[in-house]
């Protein structure tokens, strides 16, 4: 597609559950991060793929919370038995990874979570 | 570590004054990209600008210009002639390596901005 694609936009959910958000990056963007970003706060580096292996995973805040990625495009950012402080606005970004630096990162317009 | 400061957690300008939002970074490496996010209301983050290290000249985009002062480790936004639409959140960003293979974006803060007509 043209742009980042989350979904769903909005999960309000149970203390407790299991929630599943899901990031479609752009064509052809190899690159793919997830950031959270809690109210008025900046946003926090959870994980980054290049392809379909995820050479940075130092973000992740606990063994609750993981991220696969297949194909090298779809992203699933997965947070087993939510906590309230999982409330947050989940971001996924992407970009080409070949080369400069400065190859610019393109965010989706976020999942909001609440949990319950 | 890298880190990026924000100082100003809030800035007033006039409308159709110029206003810097201030980013001050750490790293040792030699080669990284600096970059200016700027978040709505609505919550998107939409990229505004970008500055090499290894770039000579201040980037520029439109109204944006990026004052890169290297030896000071700062990168300043400068926004030209104020307009309501830009009130938002401000986010400075740093990414480490020329030839890195992608790498993770480090954010700082933040500023708000809050443009008054």
């Known amino acids: 597609g043209a742009g980042v694609s989350q979904s769903p936009s909005n999960k309000v959910t149970e203390k407790g559950k299991d929630v599943e958000l899901r990031c479609d990056p752009i064509?052809?963007?190899?690159?793919l991060y997830w950031y959270r970003q809690s109210l008025g706060q900046g946003l926090e580096f959870l994980i980054y793929f290049q392809g379909n292996s995820a050479p940075d995973k130092s973000g992740l805040p606990s063994d609750r919370f993981s991220a696969e990625r297949t194909g090298g495009s779809v992203s699933t950012l997965t947070i087993q038995r939510t906590q309230q402080e999982d409330s947050a606005v989940y971001l996924c970004?992407?970009?080409?990874?070949?080369?400069?630096?400065?190859?610019?990162?393109?965010f989706g317009e976020g999942s909001w979570l609440t949990v319950v | 570590a890298q880190k990026i400061t924000q100082t100003q957690p809030g800035m007033f300008v006039q409308e159709k004054e110029a206003v810097t939002l201030d980013c001050t970074y750490d790293?040792?490496?030699?080669?990284?990209?600096l970059f200016w996010y700027k978040q709505p209301s609505s919550g998107e983050m939409i990229f505004l600008i970008y500055?090499?290290?290894?770039?000579?000249q201040n980037a520029t985009e439109g109204r944006y210009s990026l004052n890169f002062q290297k030896a000071r480790k700062s990168a300043n936004l400068v926004i030209s002639a104020s307009q309501l639409g830009d009130s938002a959140m401000y986010f400075c960003a740093m990414r480490e390596g020329r030839y890195n293979q992608g790498g993770k974006l480090i954010f700082g803060q933040g500023t708000e901005l809050s443009v008054k007509p």
């Open positions: 064509s052809g963007h190899t690159a």
């Open positions: 790293t040792s490496d030699q080669s990284y990209g």
């Open positions: 970004a992407s970009s080409l990874a070949v080369g400069l630096a400065g190859n610019t990162i393109y």
């Open positions: 500055q090499g290290s290894y770039d000579e």
